[in-house]
């Protein structure tokens, strides 16, 4: 029996503390597991592979990009198509969809039976909220 998605997570993804571009979008999804469960995979995600996803995907202003050692990582795990590198060196995520996806192929790396669904409330007060991440989706 599948288990209930029962935990409801926010993420402002890009700019909000507004001191740069000032662009953002709130991505909400339901999951299995708590936001605290989720922060802990990232946690072990850097400890285990040297990646801060938060602040090295999409983190530079206007440069949806996954670069250097991260991509290597990603390459690596199988979440990157080299032919999907370009030129320089990169892999530029195809818009936020993609980058949530690969965030959330991050907490299920560590937390195997993690499921998750996209979600829309009318009260955001009932969310764990995650917000900062994504800086470089937007232009």
């Not at 285990?48 to 290597?72: F, Q, T």
Request: charged share 30%; hydrophobic share 35%; with cysteine.
């Amino acid at each position: 029996m599948a288990e209930e998605l029962t935990h409801i997570i926010e993420f402002t993804l890009g700019d909000p503390s507004g001191d740069g571009h000032s662009q953002t979008s709130e991505w909400m999804i339901k999951t299995n597991h708590s936001g605290e469960e989720m922060d802990e995979a990232f946690a072990k995600f850097k400890m285990e592979y040297g990646v801060d996803a938060k602040d090295e995907i999409a983190s530079d202003y206007e440069e949806p990009c996954i670069k250097g050692h991260a991509l290597e990582v990603f390459e690596e795990l199988g979440w990157i198509e080299s032919e999907n590198i370009d030129d320089y060196g990169d892999y530029t995520i195809d818009g936020e969809y993609e980058f949530v996806d690969l965030m959330m192929r991050i907490v299920g790396h560590y937390i195997p039976d993690f499921k998750y669904e996209s979600y829309s409330v009318p009260n955001t007060e009932q969310c764990f909220t995650m917000e900062g991440a994504g800086y470089g989706l937007f232009f």
